[in-house]
Every structure is written in structure tokens, then in C-alpha cells.
């Protein structure tokens, strides 16, 4: 089993749809990071939580650290959001971080 | 302000050769990070360097060496390349951690065929 797991694989949505994205992980945890990759293959940071919700834009994400698990939606989805989306933890007291496989989302016109 | 700058962007190697890919970053962060991602799975760590001077092996090391030049730079050699190591190679980079994480920022990430 992966240390961090994410649901799901795929996901096909309409324009204007709400997007859930879900992440779980089983170990300690100082950060827990979203990134999104481009379909050229770019990777950025959406954001890094350490507890409660964050908000950028359409973008939301929150972690329960308590229940290991976070969420990242989109709101108001479009077609420029079809990337991968990738859940990212950096393991309590090491550099190391612990990626998820992502999930692929496609947002159809 | 490049941010991490990866070369090559693409690569073609037989069995058996040696390359070194080169990463840079002019954020003055301490830990640099060296990742390769294959299809179906997460990115996984090959080394890391939490700071100018240290390198340490990450989940997948074997078959690989790295450099720490300076604060600036961090390179990944591949002594005699095998086709299991053909991947997509991604550099990234950090301000130092003290528990809490930093946000990481990749560079555009290097295509490796081995023939």
C-alpha cells in the first residue's frame, strides 16, 4: 500500500462543474503540498497546508490531520484546469517528500 | 528570475553511456532535490541535499551519483546508463525546512531515453 494515496485516477468533468480530488497518507506528516502538472509536464505548487483550508482563486484545499486526509476542489471547473493533480507530503522530521500518483482531470467545454 | 533550470530538456543515450544532467536555481535555497517520474507512479526521490556540502540517497539511488557544487547547483550523473532508467528526471528545490514544509519549485524536467 502507498503511503499516500489518491482518488481518483481519472476524472472527466463538464465545464462549470465542482471538482473533488481526494488524498490520504499514513504517516507523519509536517506538510502536505498540491501540485498541479501540466500536460507539457510543468509542475508547480498550488499550495502547502499544514492544517485547516486554504483558498487561491477557484481552488480550495483543506486537510483533517487527525484523519490523514486532504481535499483539493475547484470550483466553477474550466478546461484550462485539465492537468494532473498531484498530492505531495513532506515526512515529519526528514527533507523528504512522499508523492501521490495524481489524478488525471480532463474538464470538457 | 529563472527559478530551476534543468539541461538537457531531452536526452537519447545507449547501454552503457554516461551522462550528467545539470540543474541550477538562483532562489539561494539550501535543499535541492532530485526526482524521476515513470509512468503509473508517483515522482520518486533518487537523492536529495538539504544543504550546500550534503547529499543524501532517497528511495531509488542505485545506478546513480549526484553533486552538490555550491549553493546553486546540483547535478545528477548517470555513470553507465540502463533502460530502466529511462524516465522523465526532474530537478526541484527548497528553502531549508525546520519541520514545517516549503514549497518546493521544479524545474521543467528532463526526458531520458536509453536505448
Known amino acids: 500500500k502507498n503511503e499516500v494515496e489518491q482518488s481518483p485516477q481519472n476524472l472527466t468533468a463538464q465545464e462549470g462543474e465542482f471538482i473533488t480530488i481526494n488524498c490520504s497518507y499514513s504517516v507523519g506528516i509536517s506538510a502536505l503540498h498540491w501540485l498541479q502538472q501540466h500536460p507539457g509536464g510543468g509542475i508547480v505548487s498550488l499550495f502547502m497546508l499544514s492544517s485547516g483550508k486554504k483558498k487561491h482563486g477557484r481552488l480550495i484545499a483543506t486537510i483533517n490531520i487527525q484523519e490523514k486526509h486532504s481535499s483539493l476542489h475547484i470550483t466553477a471547473s474550466h478546461p484550462r484546469d485539465s492537468a494532473v493533480y498531484i498530492c505531495?507530503?513532506?515526512?515529519?522530521?526528514?527533507?523528504?517528500?512522499?508523492f501521490g500518483t495524481g489524478t488525471r482531470l480532463k474538464v470538457l467545454a | 528570475n529563472a527559478g530551476v533550470t534543468q539541461t538537457p530538456k531531452f536526452q537519447v543515450l545507449k547501454t552503457g553511456q554516461s551522462m550528467t544532467l545539470q540543474c541550477a536555481q538562483d532562489?539561494?535555497?539550501?535543499?535541492m532535490y532530485w526526482y524521476r517520474q515513470d509512468p503509473g507512479m508517483g515522482l520518486r526521490l533518487i537523492y536529495y541535499s538539504a544543504s550546500e556540502g550534503t547529499t543524501d540517497k532517497g528511495e531509488v539511488p542505485n545506478g546513480y551519483n549526484v553533486s552538490r557544487l555550491n549553493k546553486r547547483e546540483f547535478s545528477l550523473r548517470l555513470e553507465s546508463a540502463a533502460p530502466s532508467q529511462t524516465s522523465v528526471y526532474f530537478c526541484?528545490?527548497?528553502?531549508?525546512?525546520?519541520?514545517?514544509?516549503?514549497?518546493?519549485?521544479f524545474g521543467a524536467g528532463t526526458r531520458l531515453s536509453v536505448l
Open positions: 526541484a528545490s527548497s528553502e531549508a525546512g525546520q519541520g514545517g514544509g516549503n514549497i518546493q519549485y
Open positions: 532562489m539561494n535555497h539550501n535543499s
Open positions: 505531495a507530503v513532506r515526512s515529519s522530521g526528514t527533507y523528504k517528500y512522499i
